[in-house]
């Protein structure tokens, strides 16, 4: 993620009033319609800033690490309890019926209305955090796109309490974002030796849990949207899951692009020392 230049400024200004839209509609159904259950999309955006001036204050004062920093707790409890929801289910009703359509649009497994509101208000303070301190690049920042993406697709199915546990298995993926952010604070601490035992092992972690974390649960997703289409009641869910699962799809071959990139970067020194052998 790296700091925007000047041309980024136009784009920061509209990311920043799509979240202050954002803002203003959460409070308005927690505090007009009487929707206290939402109450915790707040307290997710309040836990992680405390985080922020935690880390900001104890750790380092580095904008970039401390965002990197607060997202790795992000990562980390999330995957936690998303494993929890889960494997809870899963021994309460086995796979026969946990993973039905009515069961992934219309119901909610316990836990994981709390659990999608708390990473909902997350990702509106990253992307607040990203906005504050320019940590973004590019006319069109992907990760601010991405953060937009879910924000609008995780609002509304939490206002319409409709596919809650579609967007719990879509959360499976922060397992592999364990391992994107402690390569990133790995290296920022200085930690680089490409031969080194750590550097091997969280390649083959980062890798393992890109596909079976991120990669093809999403597409599994993605086909079990399609299958189930005719099951839809005409509306906004199929198109909205449809679109958002689209987005995230196209953003996971990104990353995949990006991830060799990175790969092929912190490998070379190790093939450079192979040929000079």
Known sequence: MARTEQGGDRAGAFFLATLLLWLVSILFEILFN????LVYVIAGCLFFQAANWIVRRCISRDPLFVNTFVSLLHS???SASVV????SQWM???SGTMFEHTQ???GAWPWAYKALCFSCGYFAYDQWDMLQYRLYGGWI???LVHHLILLLCFTLALYRNVTINYLILTLVCELHSIFLHSRKIRRM???RDAESMIVKVEWVLNWGTFFLARLVPHILITAKLIKDSSKFRSGVELPLALFGMAG???LNAGLAIDLFGAFRREISPMNSNRRRD
């Open 84 to 87: 929890y929801i889960l494997l």
């Open 141 to 143: 920042p992907s990760i």
């Open 34 to 37: 009487r929707r206290d259950e």
């Open 76 to 78: 980390s409890t999330t």
């Open 92 to 94: 309460k009703d086995g």
């Open 189 to 191: 601490v200085g930690i």
């Open 248 to 250: 995230m799809n196209m």
């Open 104 to 106: 992934l649009v219309g």
